[in-house]
C-alpha cells in the first residue's frame, strides 16, 4: 500500500487482507504497539514518531525482515506503511529475491492535502486493536469503547495539526520518490482515495481478482 498518511492505505490494507486471508502489516501498528508495551523498539522509536519523522531505515529494515519470516506470512502479506523510503524498497527488492519472493501489486492511493488534514485530525483509533473511527464519519461510540475488542479509543500523538504537517512534508520527501520507483516495475495502480471505504475496496478488488 502506498500513499501518504490519511489515504486510508490501513483500512484498505485490512479488508484486502481479509478478502484473500492474508495478513495486513503495518509497520505503523508494529511501533505503536511496542511504544505501548515500553520495549526497547519502542522507546528508540518513539521520539521519531512524536515529531512526525520517519524511524531510521536500519531499524525498519531489520524490524520488517523479521516480520515476513513469521509462519503467517507463508501464503503472500500486504504491507502496510513500508517501504517509505527509496533505501527501503532496495533492501525489500533484495530481501525478496534472496528468499525467492514475488511482489505482486502497489496499490496507490490520492487524495488532496486539504482533505487528508481534515481525515488525520478528526481520526480516532483503537488504542487496543487499531480499529480506526473518525469523528465526521464513523465517530466512535458514546463510551468511547471500541466497538470490535472494547479497548479505549483515543487520539494518535501524531495525529495533532502540527505534526501532521510535518509526516506531509516528511512524506512528499522522503516517500513520494517511490511512486516512480515502482511505477518502472510495472506493478503500480493508482486508486483515487476521495470517496467512501466500501467503493474504494471495491474498485481495487475487482482491479486484483
Ligand atoms: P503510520 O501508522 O504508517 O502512519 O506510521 C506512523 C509512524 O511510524 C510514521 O510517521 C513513522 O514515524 C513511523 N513509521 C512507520 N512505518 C515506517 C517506515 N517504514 N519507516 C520509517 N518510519 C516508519
Redo the contacts with the bound molecule.
Sequence with gaps: MLGA?GTG??TQGKLIGVYFKIPNI???????TAITNRTQLGNE?KA??D???????D??IGL?KERLAEEDCKNGFIL??????VR?AEALEDFFNNVGLKLGYVIGLELAQDKIIKRLTSRRVCINCGKDYNLITNPPPEDNKCELCGGEIIQ?S?DTEETVSK?LA?YAEKTKPLKDYFQKTGKLKIFDADSTVQKINKRIITFLT
Excluded: H, N, Y
Excluded at 26 to 32: F, M, N, Q, V, Y
Excluded at 51 to 57: A, H, I, Q, T
Design positions: 498518511p492505505k490501513g503495518s509497520t505503523g501498528e508494529i511501533l505503536r522509536a521519531f514518531i515529531k512526525g519523522e520517519l524511524v531510521p531505515d531499524l525498519m520488517i502496510d506503511g513500508f517501504p517509505r523510503t527501503q494518535r501524531d509526516r516528511v
